[in-house]
Each structure stands twice: as structure tokens, then as C-alpha cells.
């Protein structure tokens, strides 16, 4: 198969309507992504599989914060039918999660999830019958019925510019807990919750506290641990001036110019528009090369200096554009084939080789690898591209700023 062309870098985007709460921790780090991410056409580089087992995980909790676990044969039995029917949901092609998380890290997850699930269960249950499914807009919204719990509540500020959906709210009078069910661990290696979790559920609390002004107002994080998130003066005000910041960098229906809103840094590990962003195309190269203080991620590009094929992969060593040599193991055909010396190829996605995570991170190794023939593991969501068409312009280059 002939990579397709790389995509011509973007150029400029409009400002969205609304931001979504969820995305704001990486929004404040890079508004670019941000703009993209609101973008539904905007094309976008493969989610890794982690993350749709992920959000299957946490469907589970959804459904069993509804009540629809069956559980009677068991809870945890129930669950884990409830998993399975999800990942037979996924799309065709995706791996089962036990080939690329390993049946013992999977089971982990899925019992930790269950256990969250099991936390949660019938919290807000669906009534048998009720003419509003869970996700109605015809559903009592929790600022007009004084007491109640709800799942799945869309938070959305037209003053704020910011949009959600709360997992689970509950209301008791003036008071209004606002939980975000996590299967995963929302805390940093120090034991804090992530900065992105806290400015989500604080953005959630200022959208309730402009629907119900003088509502007491306490935010959770409900996980195999659950953490209380403050939501003082000082902690609405920060949140605000960070909401502010971005939301005037993205003026609603304006064209912005991307050059000028692409912050290329921490935020480029999680960002599936890397192939299209000219400032991070600029800038790659260089922390493969020096190493940097955040997880970069582990992308490719330069030209082929030679090819070894082997049937359904090859092996290709590439010069990157800071003139280093690195091997590319396994490639699978699938991805690209019939390369040759001097073609040019763009690589986004290789995984992490084992225990390479850290703080502090170094240059980006000198073998690459996909297709792993020994144990069957591949760069799951690696995505490959040749040269871009040549009327594109060249890329523009603009100091990284960390
Ligand atoms: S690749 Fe990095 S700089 Fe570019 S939009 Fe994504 S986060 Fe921003």
C-alpha cells in the first residue's frame, strides 16, 4: 500500500462555539488543539485502543450509575457481560484488549472498573418505563427539581462558552454534588489529581453555580479512590481566568491564524492532529533529538536510506531531519509498502518501548518498532504518510514554546 500523502499543515481555524470542559486542561496548554478538537471534519490521527477500551470501561460505570447492570446472577458477572457486549461494539478491526494490554493488565482494569461500577450502581436509576431516556433534553434538568440524582447531565454555559456532560449530579436542596466516575487513576505520580480533571470538574461547578447561584456546590472525583476537588473563591476564579484566557484566544466564528495559537509542548502527546500542525512539525525534531522535560510523543519523519523487505513487514532505516539515522522495525505492509531509497515518510504513533516512561525524558530511541513478530504487538494506532502533494506550501517554522 502507497501512504497517502501527508495532509496539508492548517492554516487557520474558527473559534468554536463552545469549549468543551473536558478538553480545557490541554485547550490552556495549546488553544490550537482545542479549536481542532471542536472541529467534527477536522481530520484526525487514529485513537490508540487503550483509549476506546478506555471509554468502554467507563460506559460500564455510566450504565450501572443508570441501574442497567444485570445483575442477577452477580454484579461482577453482570459487568463483565456488560464489557464484553461494549467491546463488541467496537469497530471491526480493533485488537481484543488482551493482545495489546496482556490478559493480566486487562483483567486489572476491568475489575478495577467493575469495582467503580459496583460504587455507583443505581445511584441514579432510569425509572422502568419513563417516556425520557437518560440522555433527553426532555429530562427535568437538576435546576428545576430540588431533589434528585441524574447521570450523563449536559453542563453548558453560553457566558462561560463552555460545554460538558457531568457523569453524575446530585442535589439535595441547595446543595449540588457534581462527580466525575473515572476507571482509571486521576492522580499524578504524587498522588494529586490531574490538573485537567480539577479544571473539568470546576468548569462543571461554575456552569451549576450560574444555573443556581446560591447552591452550595461540592465537586468529586469517584474512582477506585474517590478525591474531594475544592471549589472555594480562589479555586472559581482561577478556573475562570483560565476559561477567559482560552476563550479569548478562540473568539467564537472568527478565523485565527494557527501559527499564532499553536503552543507545541507537553500538550502534543495526547494530540491527534499532530500530522497537520505546522508548528509541531517544526519543533519534533529537535526533542527527538535533545530530549525534553515532557512525554513527547514517538513520531517519525525523514527520508528512506534503505529498505529490507520481508513479506507482510519491512525494515527501513530513515535520516530525520536533524540528520539522525533511525531503524524502523517490523512496518507492516498494511501501512507501507514497496518504499524505496529516497522516498520521503511521515510516521505518527509508534508506543512507548517498555519502562521508558519518566519524568525527565530522553532523546527519542534509534529503532522504532511496529509489527513485534515474536509476540504479536504492533504500534497500534500508528499512522503513515509520504510526502505531502508538492503545490503545499513549506511548513512554517516558529520557536517551540515549553
Ligand atoms: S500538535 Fe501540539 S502544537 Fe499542534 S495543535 Fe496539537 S497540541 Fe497544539
Known amino acids: 500500500m502507497t501512504p497517502s500523502?501527508?495532509?496539508?499543515?492548517?492554516?487557520?481555524?474558527?473559534?468554536?462555539?463552545?469549549l468543551s470542559?473536558?478538553?480545557?486542561?490541554?485547550?490552556?496548554?495549546?488553544?490550537?488543539?482545542?479549536?481542532?478538537?471542536?472541529?467534527?471534519?477536522?481530520?484526525?490521527?487514529?485513537?490508540h485502543p487503550r483509549a476506546l477500551?478506555?471509554?468502554?470501561?467507563?460506559?460500564?460505570?455510566?450504565?450501572?450509575?443508570?441501574?442497567?447492570?444485570?445483575?442477577?446472577?452477580?454484579?461482577?458477572?453482570?459487568?463483565?457481560?456488560?464489557?464484553?457486549?461494549?467491546?463488541?461494539?467496537?469497530?471491526?478491526?480493533?485488537?481484543?484488549?488482551?493482545?495489546v494490554l496482556g490478559a493480566l493488565e486487562w483483567r486489572r482494569r476491568r475489575a478495577d472498573a467493575v469495582a467503580v461500577a459496583r460504587s455507583v450502581a443505581g445511584k441514579a436509576p432510569v425509572r422502568r418505563g419513563a417516556s425520557a431516556p437518560a440522555r433527553s433534553p426532555d429530562r427535568p434538568e437538576p435546576w428545576t427539581v430540588a431533589d434528585g440524582r441524574w447521570t450523563e447531565v449536559v453542563l453548558r454555559s453560553d457566558v462561560l462558552r463552555v460545554t460538558g456532560r457531568a457523569d453524575l449530579v446530585e442535589r439535595s436542596g441547595d446543595l449540588v454534588r457534581i462527580s466525575d466516575l473515572k476507571t482509571g487513576s486521576p492522580t499524578t505520580?504524587?498522588?494529586?489529581?490531574?490538573?485537567?480533571?480539577?479544571?473539568?470538574?470546576?468548569?462543571?461547578?461554575?456552569?451549576?453555580?450560574?444555573r443556581l447561584p446560591s447552591a452550595r456546590i461540592e465537586l468529586r472525583v469517584v474512582g477506585t479512590s474517590s478525591f474531594d476537588v475544592s471549589f472555594n473563591e480562589g479555586d472559581r476564579d482561577a478556573a475562570l481566568r483560565t476559561i477567559r484566557s482560552v476563550s479569548d484566544q478562540l473568539p467564537p466564528s472568527r478565523h485565527v491564524s494557527a501559527a499564532d495559537l499553536a503552543r507545541p509542548g507537553a500538550a502534543c502527546g495526547s494530540c491527534r492532529h499532530r500530522h497537520r500542525c505546522g508548528p509541531y512539525l517544526a519543533s519534533a525534531p529537535s526533542w527527538w533529538r535533545d530530549g525534553e522535560d515532557f512525554p513527547f510523543p514517538l513520531d517519525l519523519w525523514g527520508t528512506v536510506e534503505s529498505v529490507r523487505s520481508g513479506g507482510e513487514t519491512s525494515d527501513l532505516v530513515l535520516r530525520d531531519p536533524t540528520g539522525r539515522r533511525v531503524r524502523v522495525a517490523g512496518l507492516r505492509a498494511a501501512l507501507a509498502r514497496d518504499l524505496?531509497?529516497?522516498?520521503?515518510?511521515?510516521?505518527?504513533?509508534?508506543?512507548?518501548?517498555?519502562?521508558?516512561?519518566?519524568?525527565?525524558?530522553?532523546?527519542?530511541?534509534?529503532?522504532?518498532?511496529?509489527?513485534?513478530?515474536?509476540?504479536g504487538a504492533a504500534a497500534w494506532s500508528l499512522a503513515v504518510f509520504g510526502p505531502p502533494l508538492p503545490d503545499v506550501p513549506p511548513l512554517p517554522v516558529r520557536s517551540p514554546a515549553h
Open 21 to 47: 470542559a473536558s478538553g480545557l486542561g490541554r485547550a490552556s496548554q495549546c488553544p490550537l488543539s482545542a479549536a481542532l478538537d471542536a472541529d467534527p471534519d477536522a481530520p484526525r490521527l487514529p485513537v
Open 340 to 375: 524505496e531509497p529516497g522516498d520521503a515518510l511521515f510516521a505518527f504513533g509508534f508506543d512507548e518501548p517498555t519502562g521508558r516512561r519518566g519524568p525527565s525524558w530522553r532523546p527519542a530511541p534509534l529503532v522504532l518498532r511496529d509489527l513485534d513478530p515474536d509476540t
Open 5 to 18: 500523502p501527508l495532509p496539508p499543515p492548517v492554516r487557520s481555524v474558527v473559534g468554536p462555539d463552545a
Open 189 to 210: 505520580s504524587d498522588g494529586t489529581v490531574r490538573a485537567s480533571v480539577v479544571l473539568q470538574l470546576r468548569a462543571y461547578g461554575l456552569v451549576a453555580a450560574e
Open 53 to 99: 477500551y478506555g471509554r468502554v470501561l467507563h460506559r460500564l460505570v455510566e450504565a450501572a450509575a443508570r441501574g442497567q447492570v444485570d445483575d442477577r446472577d452477580g454484579f461482577a458477572r453482570g459487568a463483565r457481560r456488560a464489557v464484553d457486549a461494549l467491546l463488541a461494539e467496537l469497530p471491526e478491526r480493533t485488537p481484543a484488549p488482551q493482545r
